[in-house]
């Protein structure tokens, strides 16, 4: 039997068993009971929150040979819709089916009988990706459809639909799923499917899912694949490059009472790891806004990501006034993340600003970055806010801290170029290198976790070639991106931007990547790179090719390289 994955195993079969949109499904219940059933209807929400599983649910209710309202899941009706082959119930993907002709050809069958059922239900998804001239050719049979059809639209996007076709439709809103309800959802699936698992991990998984029921599966899914069956926080945090809340909680500490030299320390552990920095901004964020809040009402049940001994102990720390600073700094860090290539240096910036903070006025970090002369590889130009100036005897320790961090390395001005460079024999293009995605599963086939963790703890030596006149772009581009895997001659890169993607695939750069390797790695490696997106879809190829059984062997596996 083909393999199913958790979301389609675990679709609710009944209104009873959705998580969460209760106010949806009593009012559908008590129309069915009613039989005021609408001609039109609009599902709106954010994805993965349940509204195509409601409408095959609905459409279930109105055919179940039980009765109105009734959904047996055992009747010919029922099972079919289950099964997706119910003649009656049809589905349409708006979003590659949005076309005049496409909405014809469905108005064309509108007048026709039902075949199996009382009802015959069209469920159009993702409705808002509909043409205008296909909007308009639905719109009369919408208003007015023959009794026995009912259309069911689905959307995320409401706010793109014609006024005209909204006005003919009842609406319902779906919410994001609660945390309790994914929760426990989640907890009756792991039971089901006899899987040990700590509450932590299943809290970092809904914390994830954002009020997605599909998501929470979907990452749910992805982390029982790469842990053998189990369920721990640990495998969750090294799947997302996400920190746990205990390093949080000490970054926190440290920039509370100014460690500069432990808070630039935890930075570059972050970078080398390839830490989600985004997401661990947003995490600080929701940290500091708990200390506020427990701060002024020690209540324990406002609290979203601290307990509250956790909160007691950082609110001895940090007050009220510094903690609304701290989410000043953050919030304008997020806004700043939006306009800039690169995210690292703006949240080094930001660390030295907060732990540059005195209790109740900000210390001048200006004039520390000026007589600094380099804090990392990141240029720090603009000026932080005007603020009362401490005196420059105060600021002396952190200039030296800042300074032990980043001595200033002297480089071989006589580096040789490599003789000649390595590349897979297989890998496509003319001008860049292409590699495709059953090549790149191989690549992770052979990859070996210990050299990728060597290329990890030495990452940041790379920064010793970033001013040096031949190889100091080579060396800057490397330092954008991450190890994903390595092998013995070959390291994939993710990198945020696409851009960053394509200079790196250059054939031409791959002299200067490979030197800069060699001179600090002393292995001779070819450089690939992908986006983040693209490796999330590769992990997610590989998992899945390892659960069905169909991932190759190693030892069956043999990509020749060219210039070995």
């Avoid at 949005?98 to 239900?121: A, F, H, M, W």
């Avoid at 050719?137 to 409401?158: D, G, N, Q, R, S």
Wanted: with cysteine.
């Amino acid at each position: 039997m083909a393999y199913k994955a958790l979301y389609r195993t675990y679709r609710p079969q009944t209104f009873e068993e959705v998580a969460g949109q209760e106010h949806i499904v009593r009012t559908l219940k008590n129309a069915l009971a009613t039989g005021k059933i609408a001609h039109a209807y609009l599902f709106a929400g954010p994805r993965g929150t349940g509204k195509t599983t409601m409408a095959k649910l609905f459409a279930k209710a109105l055919n179940c040979e039980e009765g109105l309202g009734h959904q047996c899941n055992k009747c010919k009706n029922c099972v079919a819709i289950t099964e997706g082959s119910h003649p009656d119930v049809l589905e349409l993907d708006a979003a590659s089916n949005n076309g005049v002709d496409e909405i014809r050809e469905l108005i064309d069958k509108v007048k026709y009988g039902t075949i199996l059922g009382k009802y015959k239900v069209y469920i159009i998804d993702e409705v808002h990706m509909l043409s205008t001239g296909a909007f308009n050719a639905l719109l009369k049979t919408l208003e007015e459809p023959p009794e026995h059809v009912i259309f069911i639209l689905a959307t995320t996007e409401p706010h793109k639909i014609l006024p005209t076709i909204l006005s003919r439709c009842q609406r319902y809103d779906f919410n994001k799923v609660s945390e309790d309800d994914i929760k426990g959802r989640l907890k009756d699936i792991l039971v089901k499917e006899n899987v040990e698992y700590n509450e932590d991990a299943i809290n970092l998984i809904v914390n994830l899912a954002d009020g997605g029921m599909r998501d929470a599966l979907s990452i749910l899914e992805k982390v029982l694949a790469y842990s053998q069956n189990t369920l721990n926080v640990k495998d969750v945090l090294e799947i997302f490059a996400l920190e746990s809340k205990e390093e949080k909680i000490k970054l926190i500490n440290s920039i509370a009472k100014h460690d500069m030299s432990d808070v630039l320390s935890r930075l570059n552990n972050y970078v080398n790891k390839g830490t989600d920095i985004k997401r661990l901004t947003e995490d600080l964020l929701i940290i500091y806004k708990d200390l506020v809040i427990y701060n002024s009402s020690y209540n324990e049940q406002y609290l979203e990501a601290l307990k509250e001994d956790e909160a007691k102990e950082l609110g001895k720390l940090i007050s009220n006034d510094d903690a609304l600073k701290m989410i000043d700094i953050l919030m304008n860090t997020v806004k700043d993340y939006k306009n800039v290539t690169s995210i690292n240096p703006i949240f080094e910036i930001t660390l030295i600003k907060m732990t540059s903070l005195e209790e109740g006025h900000k210390k001048v970090i200006e004039k520390v970055v000026e007589e600094t002369p380099k804090v990392s590889n990141y240029d720090i130009r603009k000026p932080l806010n005007e603020v009362k100036e401490t005196p420059k005897e105060e600021a002396k320790p952190v200039v030296e801290e800042v300074k032990k961090e980043e001595p200033v390395v002297q480089f071989d001005s006589d580096i040789k170029l490599v003789d000649s460079v390595i590349y897979p024999k297989d890998a496509e293009g003319d001008e860049s290198f292409e590699i495709d995605d059953n090549m790149m599963v191989n690549v992770m086939v052979l990859s070996k976790k210990e050299i990728k963790a060597q290329l990890i703890d030495e990452w940041k030596n790379i920064k010793r070639l970033s001013t040096h006149p031949l190889l100091g772009k080579a060396a800057t581009l490397l330092l954008d991106g991450r190890p994903l895997v390595a092998s013995n001659n070959m390291v994939v890169l993710t990198y945020e931007l696409p851009k960053l993607v394509e200079k790196i695939n250059l054939k031409d750069a791959q002299v200067e990547l490979q030197t800069v390797i060699d001179q600090i790695f002393k292995k001779k490696m070819f450089v690939y790179g992908v986006s983040r997106k693209r490796s999330i879809d590769l992990q997610s190829l590989y998992m899945n090719l390892l659960q069905i059984g169909k991932l190759p062997k190693a030892k069956d596996v043999n990509i020749e390289f060219i210039g070995e």
